[in-house]
């Protein structure tokens, strides 16, 4: 069975519990990780080049300046300003309500076939590589009520 360990440059090392890792494990800064495991007759042995950085732990910056316009009755267009991260800025989640609307690489989404008269809240985060997540951006539009008014009797 092979476990998980880590080691600083002085050899002093930490290890990991459980079987498995997953993407977003967290170690101390300054170590690298190596496989350590027992084969048969507890002889141990190790993968000296298995160098792995930590995970990028920092998550990027709120989208800034988001709007919503009207493009028609029943259409809106949206837009914001891109995020900050220290590695990069790799995707952009889109939520109408609780509905996810698209995942984008782009500052802007659009949007159609809303009701009219009806009030939507839409949210923005961005992601990086790591998947960290920025704070939510989020915009309320209320769609115009296109009701004929009537007939006006001008007697």
Same mark, same amino acid.
């Given at each position: 069975?092979?476990?998980?360990?880590?080691?600083?440059?002085?050899?002093?090392?930490?290890?990991?519990?459980?079987?498995?890792?997953?993407?977003?494990?967290?170690?101390?800064?300054?170590?690298?990780?190596?496989?350590?495991?027992?084969?048969?007759?507890?002889?141990?042995?190790?993968?000296?080049?298995?160098?792995?950085?930590?995970?990028?732990?920092?998550?990027?910056?709120?989208?800034?300046?988001?709007?919503?316009?009207? /493009?028609?009755? $029943?259409?809106?267009? =949206? #837009?914001?300003?891109?995020?900050?991260?220290?590695?990069?800025? &790799?995707? *952009? !989640?889109?939520?109408?309500?609780? /509905?996810?609307? $698209?995942?984008?690489? =782009? #500052?802007?989404?659009?949007?159609?076939?809303?009701?009219?008269? &009806?009030? *939507? !809240?839409?949210?923005?985060?961005?992601?990086?590589?790591?998947?960290?997540?920025?704070?939510?951006?989020?915009?309320?539009?209320?769609?115009?009520?296109?009701?004929?008014?009537?007939?006006?009797?001008?007697?």
């Amino acid at each position: 069975m092979a476990h998980l360990k880590l080691f600083n440059d002085l050899a002093q090392s930490v290890n990991l519990l459980g079987d498995f890792i997953d993407d977003f494990l967290i170690w101390p800064a300054g170590y690298h990780l190596c496989l350590v495991g027992a084969e048969n007759h507890g002889h141990r042995f190790a993968y000296k080049n298995a160098i792995v950085q930590p995970p990028d732990a920092t998550p990027p910056s709120m989208p800034q300046n988001l709007l919503v316009r009207l /493009t028609s009755p $029943t259409s809106i267009a =949206l #837009t914001w300003s891109p995020s900050d991260d220290n590695v990069g800025t &790799a995707a *952009y !989640v889109v939520y109408r309500g609780q /509905t996810l609307m $698209t995942k984008t690489t =782009l #500052t802007g989404f659009a949007d159609s076939g809303l009701a009219e008269a &009806a009030t *939507y !809240v839409y949210s923005v985060f961005a992601i990086d590589a790591s998947f960290n997540r920025s704070p939510i951006a989020s915009v309320f539009i209320t769609m115009p009520d296109m009701t004929p008014l009537g007939d006006v009797n001008n007697d």
